[in-house]
């Protein structure tokens, strides 16, 4: 994929069409699965160029994880971890990070020398 996509498509739809609850005052984007494709093309040629090599990618599972399995696939190498955060209750009492390994998440570390 390019590192400049062309331009993308996508179309302003009203909070009440969505499959999903939008918080409160929160505007709403419906987008192609190209323009996604284009706009992770975009962030990996970033990365790429402020980062050449391997990197770590984080991918927090409630929202991120197919972002950060989407770059993966633009960024050969890179290591790919998911950050959960763990709850109590109501409240949120630390974050748990995850290895993935062949699509299963394991307790994981970045490797050595990338923090």
Do not use: K, N
């Not at 498509?9 to 999903?20: C, G, K």
């Not at 990365?47 to 409630?62: C, F, K, S």
């Amino acid at each position: 994929m390019p590192d400049r996509p062309s331009p993308r498509t996508s179309a302003e739809v009203p909070v009440e069409d969505l499959v999903f609850t939008a918080g409160a005052g929160r505007r709403a984007r419906m987008v192609s699965w190209l323009a996604y494709q284009q706009m992770a093309a975009e962030v990996a040629g970033q990365i790429r160029r402020a980062h050449p090599g391997a990197v770590t990618l984080v991918g927090i599972l409630q929202g991120g994880w197919i972002t950060a399995q989407s770059l993966a696939d633009l960024l050969p190498g890179s290591t790919v971890l998911a950050a959960a955060a763990r709850r109590r209750g109501e409240r949120t009492d630390g974050l748990e990070l995850l290895a993935a390994a062949d699509g299963l998440l394991a307790p994981g570390t970045p490797p050595p020398g990338s923090r």
